[in-house]
């Protein structure tokens, strides 16, 4: 995807990242690795999201060496924000009002990638998927559903 001038787009994406999450999150050490903002031509399937990746930590695993389900759902709560910046093409303070979580199977020493998208964006509420991948063999790990408010300005 190429911005044009004045157009949202990863880096402005990376910059919330950094700069609007709590310092717990940004320990996760997240990184956007795609930023869907423009529908490619003739796609008429394609949702606005971003893809993002949370690295591989012990200090996320409980025992047995297993990503815990915590940092799981934190990860995707936070992939589902960059999801709605995309689909709004800017910033808007938004809160979670439900997230829905089906873990399908355990990770363990992989970094985890999450495919955030918005199935429908209204005026004020937005609905959303993520599915969660083992980086390792691309299966996935969990599916979750989720809807956010959008607040005022």
Known sequence: MQQQAGEFGIDDAKRVLGDVFAPWVQDLNLSIEQFDITPPAGDADWQPGAILRMPFSERLCRNGGIVCGQALMAFADTAMVLANLAANKGYRPMTTV??????????????????????????????????????????PVAMVSSAFAMLPG
Do not use: I
Request: proline share 0%; charged share 25%; no cysteine.
């Open 98 to 139: 439900d997230q829905t979580t089906h873990f399908m199977r355990a990770v363990t020493a992989s970094d985890v990638l999450a495919d955030a998208r918005v199935v429908r964006l209204g005026r004020t509420m937005s609905f959303g998927r993520v599915t969660l991948s083992s980086a390792t063999d691309n299966k």
